[in-house]
């Protein structure tokens, strides 16, 4: 097996460079002390890197040795070496560190030389051994550990020093007091190797307690919300101070309408470059910024939804006139010129009574037909009340249907065709933008139709300017978040609110909204089972739905009928009067037509009356 550590096998080294050095009694303690801690307290099945600035080469070797043996992936760091990179393989991080140093001197030449690799970690156990003797060893412990909390902010950190024969190991607790959050001012002597029975501790204590207290006793916690009115900021400093935090938010930049990426990214970087501890407030969970910050749970999840103009309620004269496609209507009007033909060819071979045998007249009678009246005079022959009887069925069942829809028309037109897709979209040539940050996403997509839609996009710059437009010109379709959208909504007035829908389920996706760590941050695992207590708890469900009621509560709509009957008035039979009207002047013309014609054109010819109908 090709190794991933530099196995250090002694066993071909000791003839070389150990055969003829022998341990002082006190290594010989120092190593079984170190041996003991590695294999008793340190996070087992994960790799150790012993490092060392290359000063005590007997020691460390002697310890490898005893380390070897206990059979722990080894890897063994000097001033000059590399680190053996293998991310992925194994292990991902290193989870136990033992330096070995003379003095607090040593220790930012070996930190710069750790903590520059991929698998740096500094949640790992991190032993140091301080191999020279000084007067006051608490001293000299805590003088270490503030060098080392400069330079590595390891927290699970135990400093051996040596004191008349024992070795005393020290540690240190943050957030002790609200002047001793993250500073090093007191140590805590934890264990002592004793040399009684070939060397044993004097207490039988876990030497890497979990050091993340519940109460942080009023410390200064800095926050950073990239813009203002997210909804989260109470709940945050509630939660905050519930675990005795001293929040403090950092408002400098806020914009009256911010560039929402923009503010996202000044926000995330503010947690980088250590201004801030954690940024939150509306930030989804992005690959770009969770490669700079550690993303804590999701607590809230929302859309980026489409939303289109509401379709408008069709003109009544448009809705009547697609009762019946074009072809029927031909049909009919085919079918009464055939039956008057037929009909009067009938009437000239039988006995037929003069009304069906001239063709105004027979014309007239199937017209009175189709409108539903009587006609001038029965057929007396059988030939023709066989034609005339299935023309009057069919007119009696068209013209039902058509003033079923007629009447149900004149009440309610119906609506215009909603757009429910992105081709729709498309294909309606209507005007659609979104936020810069979108296309990101359409430019990834693999869809053909989402490159279509790079192709004819405009921006808008928020998300409660794109509701406005779609609102405003009625030919808009825009892309935001279903939460912002629903908040906005919320508060403009019942009829602009009617103007915008959703377009579909489909076309949408899901974003996560988490808050930013800085890289490593020891809070973070404390905030996320606080976090997921929250979300299964489901209190944060029941805030989402206060803050509804809460912004709802004022607008309820006392006068909301809620669809009870619906009032007939005169406007909706405009159209069926229109109609009568020009239905008497087309009428009254031809009368004064004939009258005239009476008169005039026919006055020489003879006294007979004009006959009409027969
Ligand atoms: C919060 O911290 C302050 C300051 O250290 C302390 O006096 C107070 O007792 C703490 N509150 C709680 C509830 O523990």
Same mark, same amino acid.
């Given at each position: 097996m090709k190794t991933v550590f530099l196995l250090v096998w002694l066993g071909t080294l000791e003839a070389l460079r150990w055969g003829s050095l022998f341990p002082t009694k006190e290594q010989h303690h120092l190593v079984s002390c170190v041996t003991e801690i590695v294999c008793q307290h340190f996070i087992p099945n994960q790799p150790v890197v012993v490092s060392s600035t290359g000063n005590e080469d007997d020691l460390l070797n002697f310890l490898l040795k005893n380390i070897q043996l206990s059979h722990w992936p080894l890897q063994?760091?000097?001033?000059?070496?590399?680190?053996?990179?293998?991310?992925?393989?194994?292990?991902?991080? &290193?989870?136990?560190?033992? !330096?070995? &140093?003379r003095n607090k001197n040593d220790i930012e030449e070996q930190a710069g030389h750790l903590i520059h690799g991929a698998r740096w970690n500094n949640h790992a156990r991190l032993l140091t051994v301080v191999t020279l003797h000084e007067d006051n060893p608490q001293e000299q412990a805590l003088s270490v550990m503030q060098e080392l909390w400069e330079n590595m902010k390891v927290l699970n950190m135990v400093v051996l020093v040596?004191?008349?024969?024992?070795?005393?190991?020290?540690?240190?607790?943050?957030?002790q007091s609200n002047t001793q959050c993250l500073d090093i001012t007191?140590?805590?002597?934890?264990?002592?190797? !004793?040399?009684?029975?070939?060397?044993?501790?004097?207490k039988h204590e876990t030497l890497f307690p979990y050091k993340i207290p519940n109460n942080f006793k009023g410390c200064l916690i800095k926050l950073v919300v990239p813009y203002h009115g997210t909804f989260e900021v109470e709940y945050f400093y509630e939660f905050l101070n519930g675990l005795n935090f001293t929040v403090k938010i950092d408002e400098k930049e806020w914009e009256i309408n911010p560039n929402i990426e923009e503010a996202i990214t000044k926000a995330i970087e503010d947690v980088l470059f250590g201004m801030a501890e954690i940024a939150f407030g509306g930030i989804p969970l992005l690959k770009e910024a969770s490669d700079v910050a550690d993303p804590s749970l999701s607590y809230y999840q929302t859309q980026y939804m489409w939303y289109v103009p509401c379709a408008k309620p069709l003109p009544r004269l448009e809705a009547i006139s697609h009762i019946f496609s074009v072809t029927v209507w031909v049909t009919l009007i085919a079918f009464m010129f055939l039956t008057a033909a037929i009909m009067w060819c009938l009437a000239h071979m039988t006995l037929e009574s003069h009304t069906y045998k001239t063709a105004s007249s027979v014309f007239y009678n199937i017209w009175a037909v189709v409108m539903g009246v009587s006609v001038t005079r029965m057929p007396r022959t059988l030939h023709l009340r066989v034609v005339i009887f299935p023309w009057i069925c069919y007119c009696f069942a068209i013209s039902t249907i058509f003033q079923i829809f007629f009447t149900s028309y004149l009440v309610d037109p119906g609506l215009e065709k909603q757009i429910t897709s992105l081709q729709e979209v498309l294909d309606s040539k209507i005007e659609f933008g979104f936020r810069p940050e979108m296309t990101i996403y359409y430019e990834q997509s693999p869809y053909e139709i989402h490159k279509e839609l790079l192709k004819h996009h405009t921006y808008c710059r928020q998300?409660?300017?794109? &509701?406005?437009?779609?609102?405003?010109?009625?030919?808009?379709?825009?892309?935001?978040?279903?939460?912002?959208?629903?908040?906005?909504?919320q508060s403009v007035n019942d009829s602009d609110r009617e103007l915008v829908c959703r377009m579909n389920e489909i076309d949408s996706f899901p974003i996560r909204i988490v808050s930013y760590f800085s890289k490593s941050s020891f809070l973070l695992d404390t905030f996320n089972k606080r976090l997921a207590s929250i979300t299964e708890s489901g209190l944060n469900i029941r805030a989402d739905k206060e803050r509804k009621i809460r912004s709802t509560f004022n607008k309820l709509d006392i006068n909301d009928t809620g669809g009870g009957y619906f009032v007939f008035t005169i406007t909706h039979l405009l159209i069926a009067f229109y109609t009568l009207l020009i239905g008497y002047i087309l009428s009254s013309n031809v009368l004064i037509c004939e009258i005239l014609y009476v008169k005039f054109a026919r006055k020489p010819n003879n006294l007979g009356t004009p006959v009409f109908g027969e």
């Open positions: 063994v760091s000097y001033p000059g070496s590399s680190l053996a990179e293998n991310p992925g393989q194994y292990y991902d991080k &290193i989870g136990n560190y033992v !330096i070995l &140093i040596q004191s008349e024969g024992e070795f005393h190991l020290y540690t240190w607790f943050p957030y007191d140590t805590v002597l934890l264990n002592k190797w !004793i040399s009684q029975n070939g060397g044993e501790f004097s998300t409660h300017l794109c &509701i406005n437009k779609v609102i405003e010109t009625g030919s808009f379709a825009t892309i935001v978040e279903s939460w912002a959208a629903d908040k906005h909504l």
